[in-house]
C-alpha cells in the first residue's frame, strides 16, 4: 500500500524501522516469486516456440517429399500414357494397314477375275 509520511523532527522509532524492513522483505519476496513465475513463463515460451520452429521444419520438409512423390508420380503417369498412346497409334495404323492391304488384295483379285 502507499508509504506513511516522514517521521517529524524526530528520528523514527526502531519499532518503525522494523516494521518497515519487513514491509520491505515481503515485497521483495512477492516480486522474486513473480520473477521466478515470468521466468517459467518464458522458458515455456521458448521451449513452445522451438517444438513450432522443428515442426514448421519437419512440415516444410514433408512437404517438399510430398511435391517430389507427386512430381515423380506424374512423370511416370504421363511417360505411361505417352506409350500407351503410341500404342493404340500403332495398333490403329497397323489395322488401317491391314484394311488397305485386305483392300487391295480383294481389288486385285477382282480385277484379275473380272479380267
Known sequence: GGGGGGGGGGGASSAELEREQKEYEVKLREVREERRKADGMLAKAERMLNVARIDTRNSARAKKAALE????????????????????????????????LTHNARGTGGLLMSE
Do not use: F
Open 69 to 100: 512423390e507427386l512430381s515423380y508420380a506424374t512423370h511416370k503417369l504421363r511417360k505411361y500414357q505417352d506409350l500407351r498412346a503410341k500404342s493404340q497409334r500403332c495398333q490403329m495404323e497397323a489395322w488401317s494397314e491391314i484394311r488397305h
